[in-house]
């Protein structure tokens, strides 16, 4: 393993044991168990396959210092946003597409950027990892992609209906992934 593997390796592996930690501390919630159970299922599964025929595996380029910089700075930005994001939201933060009791709308910080800072971090992060690592790394970023939009779009659904005048206007002056693009 080379040392930009091992970065990376021991990043996100900090990264989603303070995610798992800080988890501890969100308010009450209601998981709906319908679809969206089955498409974590479906992800998990096709991303259980992917792994098995190697799809993931560091390639055989060699190393590129200005990639793995570049790569580098890329993954501390998105999950050094992300977790800013996960720290401000405090215990209104809940698994992707639950509902809280008691919710409040959080629209400062980073939220003020985008809608989603978690969900942009995280992929920001990864395609940090695919730059250093490997280009097969972006299928990971992808599926990520499009299971944090269908998310996304769930939460915001449920916001609609929790908050309907303040979420029209956040959600109007806000962009959900991207500030000022999408």
Do not use: C
């Not at 096709?46 to 098995?52: G, K």
């Not at 055989?60 to 910089?69: E, G, N, Q």
């Not at 942009?120 to 599926?143: E, F, Q, Y």
């Not at 990520?144 to 939460?155: H, M, R």
């Amino acid at each position: 393993m080379h040392a930009i593997e091992f970065v990376f390796a021991i990043g996100w592996a900090v990264f989603w044991a303070y995610w798992l930690v800080a988890a501890l501390s969100m308010k009450r919630q209601r998981i709906p168990l319908s679809r969206e159970l089955r498409i974590r299922l479906a992800l998990f599964v096709l991303v259980v396959i992917l792994l098995r025929i190697g799809a993931f595996q560091s390639s055989v380029r060699k190393v590129d210092p200005w990639l793995s910089a570049i790569g580098l700075t890329l993954f501390a930005a998105g999950l050094g946003f992300a977790v800013w994001a996960r720290i401000h939201i405090g215990r209104n933060w809940g698994t992707p597409m639950s509902q809280k009791a008691d919710p409040e709308l959080v629209t400062s910080g980073p939220y003020q950027l985008v809608r989603h800072p978690i969900y942009s971090g995280i992929l920001v992060a990864g395609v940090g990892t695919a730059v250093s690592l490997s280009w097969s790394w972006l299928i990971a970023v992808a599926l990520a992609g499009i299971y944090f939009v269908y998310s996304a779009t769930i939460e915001e659904r449920n916001l609609t209906q929790q908050f309907p005048d303040a979420y029209a206007v956040y959600k109007r002056s806000t962009k959900m992934l991207v500030p000022f693009i999408v």
